[in-house]
């Protein structure tokens, strides 16, 4: 069963903590992704990556920085945490379409994250 | 990536079918349509998608206008666990392109399964 995991499924942290959330897919997939979920928004694209050590911002970037070191790992870390970073945060992993495959995108639970 | 429109909510009696439709009158040719749901809690899952022949599997299937700018997701008999936000994404599939899958995610429409 192929799988997406979050670390946490719930996390409260202080303003100003450095704030660390761990993704690990067992696809082999090249693609991950961190997405941001809030009421009456959607879900946002903060930073996406291809494959290791490559990143690329998504549509809101700012407070955020990421890090991909393995290719089933993706962590997105927030530098100094702040009260609008309370959020649903969610990863994903998809194959690229040069590899034949579907590349429908799989997604963890979530972590719920409190700043407070 | 073409902009989809779906409607925010719709009703559905269990046991019925429930179609849900989506416009994307700007799709590109190299764009697929892709469905997703997100049940409560729970991060999206992935549904069915298509370029412009209707597909099918287990869960759904998707019909697509000849001109592709619209198109319906139906699910055949719906049970109460189909209760779930509905997301209609146009995707380039090309292998050279720089999309890398990024699925861009609108409103989506709720669907409400009723007993």
């Known amino acids: 069963d192929v799988k997406v995991t979050q670390s946490s499924r719930y996390l409260v942290k202080r303003t100003g903590e450095k704030v660390f959330l761990e993704c690990v897919q067992d696809?082999?997939?090249?693609?991950m992704f961190w997405y941001r979920q809030d009421p009456g928004l959607g879900l946002r694209l903060i930073y996406f990556?291809?494959?290791?050590?490559?990143?690329e911002k998504g549509d809101i970037p700012e407070g955020y920085s990421v890090s991909r070191e393995k290719k089933e790992r993706f962590s997105l870390i927030l530098e100094s945490a702040s009260t609008n970073q309370t959020s649903m945060y969610l990863c994903?992993?998809?194959?690229?379409?040069?590899?034949?495959?579907?590349?429908?995108?799989?997604f963890g639970q979530g972590t719920r994250l409190t700043v407070v | 990536d073409a902009k989809t429109t779906q409607p925010p909510s719709m009703d559905c009696a269990e046991g019925r079918a429930a179609n849900l439709p989506c416009n994307h009158s700007?799709?590109?040719?190299?764009?697929?349509v892709y469905w997703y749901r997100q049940i409560h809690s729970q991060g999206p899952q992935y549904i069915i998608h298509?370029?412009?022949n209707n597909e099918t599997n287990e869960m759904a299937s998707l019909i697509i206008t000849e001109d592709r700018k619209s198109s319906t997701l139906i699910l055949p008999h719906a049970t109460l666990r189909d209760t779930a936000v509905y997301y209609c994404?146009?995707?380039?599939?090309?292998?050279?392109?720089?999309?890398?899958?990024?699925?861009?995610f609108g409103q989506g429409t709720i669907l409400t399964v009723h007993p």
């Open positions: 994404i146009a995707l380039p599939k090309n292998a050279g392109g720089t999309s890398y899958g990024k699925l861009t």
């Open positions: 696809m082999d997939h090249e693609n």
């Open positions: 700007t799709i590109s040719g190299n764009e697929y």
């Open positions: 298509g370029l412009k």
């Open positions: 990556s291809y494959d290791v050590k490559m990143k």
């Open positions: 994903a992993s998809s194959a690229p379409p040069y590899r034949g495959e579907n590349t429908e995108a799989f």
